[in-house]
Structures are given as structure tokens and as C-alpha cells.
């Protein structure tokens, strides 16, 4: 078993842990082992230690997700900056109250 596997697990709780590995099964039906792995490597980034996490992870890196072309604004919502596609900028951006370019 990979090490990072095994790091998650043990940051998994007891009632966690049967769920995590029904999902790390369906991951490695769907795209294999090593995306599963991924996503786990993924997880331990951001200290996601459950079932759902690694669902909405595996999604995020796994789904292809349609481009939509950007919406026309009314005159009165101020215009901002494209919002980080990297999950730790966006944090970052979460953090400083959606400003951006604030670090």
C-alpha cells in the first residue's frame, strides 16, 4: 500500500475508514489505482480525511467540466479579476474576503 494511502487512513476515524476504502474502490473502477492514489495525495493537501472529500477531489480533477462563456454584468455589480483556478489560491482568496491580488 502506498504511503500516502496509508497516512490518510491513519488520519481517517474508526467509522471513516470503511466508507474511504468503498470510495478508493470505486475511484480505481472508474480510472484506476493511481488516480485513486491522486486524489488521496490531494486530500492530504487540504487535511480532507473523509468519504465525501474524496468524492468532490476526484471530481474536481477527474470530470471535464464545460467551458462557459463569460456572463455580460448589469452596469451596477463592479467588475473583478478572474477568480484562481488552483484550490490554494482560491483559499487564499477566501481568506482575504474575495480581494484579489492580496497576499
Not at 474511504?20 to 488516480?35: A, I, N, P
Not at 477531489?57 to 456572463?71: A, Q
Amino acid at each position: 500500500m502506498p504511503e500516502d494511502l496509508k497516512s490518510y487512513l491513519k488520519g481517517c476515524t474508526n467509522s471513516e475508514v470503511g466508507k474511504v476504502l468503498k470510495v478508493l474502490s470505486e475511484l480505481t473502477d472508474r480510472t484506476g489505482f493511481d488516480s485513486a492514489v491522486n486524489t488521496v495525495r490531494q486530500a492530504l493537501c487540504y487535511g480532507a480525511s473523509d468519504a465525501d472529500s474524496l468524492r468532490n477531489l476526484y471530481r474536481r480533477l477527474y470530470t471535464d467540466v464545460p467551458e462557459l462563456p463569460p456572463m455580460t454584468l448589469s452596469p451596477g455589480i463592479p467588475k473583478m479579476e478572474q477568480m484562481p483556478t488552483n484550490l490554494v489560491e482560491y483559499d487564499t482568496f477566501l481568506k482575504n474576503g474575495g480581494a484579489v491580488n492580496v497576499r
